[in-house]
């Protein structure tokens, strides 16, 4: 194996994007809820093309779940067109989801502290861990506008480190590996 360097051009590219990505998470990290707001656009539009495949694959492409395929297609364009219609609403029902299943995680990990086979330091640990699970679970269903802003921090956060790491790459000029074979 022998080692060069990326192409200029692709390093350019690292170094673009990456910035292009560190300018998106900050804008995310000042608007987080409506980072937040804007995925559920987006996974709604998704959403939306993939029911629209599904009529068409359940009508195009008989089979023998013909209607079963169509009838669900339907049912994702309707929660999709709704999602889209109302994307305040569907965050706060998304972030209300987010919160039960906070709760059942940190419910779960109080009873696993109490009476699993942790002991000392690891007991308490998982107890406390599931003491503010059961704390930021109140405090999203209490406040759906919270509950998205954490997320929407969240998610600027992973791409300010995701740009971070693009532009690093590119600066470093990371080495790729090449086989010397034939």
Known sequence: MSNRKSPGWLRGAQIGLGILTIILSIVALSLPAFTFISVIIIVAIVLFFVGLEKIITGIFLPAKHMWATVGLGILVLIFA??????????????????????????????????????????????????????????????????????????????????????????????????????
Request: charged content about 10%; cysteine-free; aromatic content about 8%.
């Open 81 to 182: 067109s709704l999602a889209m219609a109302f994307p305040v609403a569907t965050t706060f029902v998304v972030v209300f989801f987010i919160g039960i299943a906070l709760l059942f995680n940190g419910i779960a990990r109080v009873v696993e502290g109490i009476s699993g086979a942790h002991s000392g330091w690891s007991r308490m640990f998982l107890i406390g861990v599931g003491i503010l699970a059961i704390i930021l679970s109140f405090a999203v269903m209490a406040s759906p506008a919270f509950g998205a802003a954490i997320a929407g921090v969240i998610i600027a956060v992973a791409l300010l480190i995701t740009g971070i790491q693009m532009v690093s790459s590119g600066l470093s000029g990371r080495r790729l590996e090449v086989s010397a074979d034939k």
